[in-house]
């Protein structure tokens, strides 16, 4: 299959890499340093987990013209870059669009892509479970060692599933469909807004944070008081073992986080940098949006806004 991943970050470099092992023809789309290293040297990935490092000769271009045709485009970025790409997205004659990563505004998209297509645009939504950073031309990868993608529609079966499916045939790749992603997306924000109050509350030194009982108590009921909001504005928290965990299970949430904390992984995960500033921001005002529409009391999110901890003894 002809395979456009467009966005050459951590997320979409792993993509990108399974796509290719798996026999499709690839093109990235980077721009700036990351388009000069995947031009001279291919999409270099060092897997952390798996210690060894892969690289993968990719087609690569700086910009999408409406008459450049893919079976399938991948649009891998940043909650807040969505917005930016969308005309050039809408203006390509591709018809099968998955937007992956986090996302508050789903619906909107699609419509977007929809209704300023000159073709009929099939629009899915994806969320890709790896992590890492790139350093010295090359992307780190904390991943399993089968990466999973949670896609689907928004409130239906995606008709054209077997498109996506045979991009991944031959791959060691996991796909999860889920007809609601509009209700999954807004599920995993509500989450990991919380747990990225942690390291920003003593300046990313998370051996501090881990001490600080009165931050993790407070991260826990926050994410049960978001998913508050979310079932008072009638959605449905999924998945469902979410919501038990925070509000039934708090204890092993407790504990299930104090370990995170205090490994290596817990660090690019929740660290200061795993999440950047201009997304959790954006995805903070989406949240906020929802919380006023909500009109509930949420007073642990009111207290992690400005928490500050007490003075060490």
């Known amino acids: 299959m002809r395979i456009l991943v467009y966005g050459a970050g951590v997320l979409g470099s792993y993509l990108a890499h399974v796509l290719v092992r798996g ?15 995947l031009k001279k ?12 490092t892969t ?35 809408a203006a390509n004659h591709s018809s099968h669009i998955v937007l992956v990563g986090n996302n508050a505004s789903p619906s909107e998209m699609r ?25 010295n031309g090359r992307v780190n990868c904390v991943r399993a060692p089968k990466v999973q993608m949670t896609i689907g529609g928004l409130g239906e079966e995606l008709s054209w599933r077997a498109v996506i499916d045979q991009a991944f045939v031959n791959t060691k790749y996991k796909l999860v469909y889920h007809n609601h992603m509009d209700e999954w997306l807004k599920s995993h924000f509500v ?14 030194d998370l051996r501090k944070a881990i001490k600080d009982n009165m931050l993790l108590h407070h991260v826990i009921a926050a994410v049960d008081e978001g998913h508050q909001v979310l079932e008072k504005l009638g959605y449905t928290v999924a998945p469902a073992s979410q ?59 009111d207290t992690l806004e400005n928490y500050s901890p007490l003075p060490q003894r």
């Open 23 to 37: 026999g499709n023809n690839v093109t990235m789309l980077a721009r700036g340093g990351r388009l000069d290293e």
């Open 41 to 52: 040297n291919g999409n270099v990935i060092r897997h952390y987990f798996q210690f060894r």
């Open 55 to 89: 690289a993968d000769k990719v087609n690569v271009i700086s910009e999408l013209q409406p008459e450049d045709i893919y079976d399938l485009v991948f649009v891998v970025m940043k909650y807040p870059d969505f917005q930016a790409v969308l005309p050039a997205l």
């Open 111 to 135: 419509d977007y892509l929809e209704t300023h297509s000159p073709v009929k645009k099939q629009v899915a939504f994806g969320f890709q479970l790896s992590a890492g950073w790139r350093e």
């Open 191 to 204: 989450m990991i807004l919380p747990l990225n109050f942690i390291a920003p509350s003593y300046n990313g």
């Open 243 to 301: 919501i038990k965990l925070a509000r039934e299970q708090r204890k092993m949430f407790y504990i299930l986080l104090k370990l995170m904390l205090s490994t290596p992984v817990g660090k690019i995960l929740l660290g200061d940098k795993a999440v950047s500033a201009d997304e959790m921001s954006a995805l903070y005002q989406a949240f906020n949006d929802l919380k006023s529409r909500a009109n509930i009391p949420t007073p642990h999110w």
